[in-house]
DNA sequence: TCTTTCTATGCAACTCGTTGCATAAACAAG
DNA sequence: CTTGTTTATGCAACGAGTTGCATAGAAAGA
């Protein structure tokens, strides 16, 4: 498990509620690692019982008051240690896949409206990674300029960025494939 | 959830006992969904009282009896209604990203053989995956002569033949940046 | 012969993750 | 003034997934 040091991670980058986690969790951090605010609020309550992170309560103007995480000393420590931990293989569930192989047992035609839809979702995907890093990464302070915090955002982004141009590449090879087995013996 | 229907397909390309599966899953479907054997046993037991598979006891010998699973009737209906369904978008946990981000607050250096391993298991599977292509899709049946569910077979394939190509030449981009800013100040 | 390894199946307990629901403060729109 | 939206937090129940353990037949090797 490693939420709680997602979410570490998260805070020390800086501090927030609940409710903000859970936006994050939705925007950048969600894109290599999900969790609903459920989860997370839950997760916050033992991470603050185990004394890893510290709270405050801040009354607001205009909405309801909130609690503000930030990390404290042990939770430090904590992701430290996970850190020079060897780690745990990437488990993967790619339900396309799934479903292209399963194709071969039913209408592969069908599947094409599907791939193309995921395409879609990739590819606005990686133009809101493009606009991310043109607005964070470029300009004056481009390359050299960049603290080490930055330097490993821009990397971990160019990382979603490679993902989804090589998903979309390979999505259209998926769709020429339908295509070409569905030419054959369409009646 | 989608074991079910991943476990269908499987069962589809080719039946087999519960201990099989959890061979096929080690190998060249848990590559794009892993399970273990417990979970497939009690996966298995649902479907089969729900009757969308068939058992049917296979006495062996040189090695205990196994009880060998094919798709009845309503297992392939329900497959059939999961292929037609919208779809869910994948759920992602990259550990890796979290630690990259996480080690701008620790050692970055410290990272650089952990990346390192992770280059040469990815750098492994990849040479795995080149050489089933090899062995299954090449020589005098390449191309044209393949039916659709090899097709189907093969871009799959492709597809992870590309997200490790993708996630190799990444780890060396990751690599780049970590001695990158490890250089400047190392005292 | 005894131990180890491989095939083969499974229970029990636990943790992780999701879904549905509930509450509440503040503002905006009708 | 009621309804809807956004911010903000949380419980309860369930289902998915993991870990540890147990069993058992047969072959291989020490």
Redesign the interface.
């Known amino acids: 498990m490693?939420l709680e040091?997602?979410i570490?991670?998260s805070l020390?980058?800086q501090p927030g509620s609940g409710y903000e986690l859970s936006r994050r969790f939705e925007r950048s951090i969600g894109?290599?690692?999900?969790a609903t605010h459920q989860q997370i609020y839950r997760v916050l309550k033992r991470m603050e019982s185990d004394g890893w992170i510290d709270v405050r309560e801040v009354p607001q103007q205009a909405r309801p008051d909130k609690k503000e995480y930030s990390v404290a000393a042990p939770g430090?420590a904590a992701?430290?240690r996970?850190?020079?931990e060897?780690?745990?293989?990437?488990?993967?569930?790619?339900?396309?896949?799934?479903?292209?192989?399963?194709?071969?047992?039913?209408d592969?035609a069908?599947?094409i409206r599907?791939v193309e839809?995921?395409r879609r979702?990739h590819s606005d995907l990686l133009a809101h990674y493009l606009a991310g890093e043109r607005r964070d990464f470029t300009g004056p302070g481009a390359d050299g300029a960049l603290d080490?915090?930055q330097?490993?955002?821009?990397?971990?982004l160019?990382?979603g960025i490679?993902?989804e141009?090589?998903t979309i590449?390979?999505l259209d090879?998926?769709l020429a494939?339908l295509h070409?087995?569905g030419a054959p013996s369409p009646t």
Chains 1, 2 share one sequence.
């Open positions: 490693a040091h997602a570490l991670v020390l980058e894109h290599f690692w999900t430090r992701l430290s996970w850190l020079h060897p780690i745990e293989p990437e488990s993967v569930r790619h339900d396309l896949a799934v479903k292209i192989r399963g194709a071969a047992f039913d592969p069908a599947l599907e839809r995921h979702t080490a915090g330097e490993l955002q821009h990397v971990v160019r990382g490679a993902y141009r090589m590449a390979w090879d998926v494939t070409r087995i």
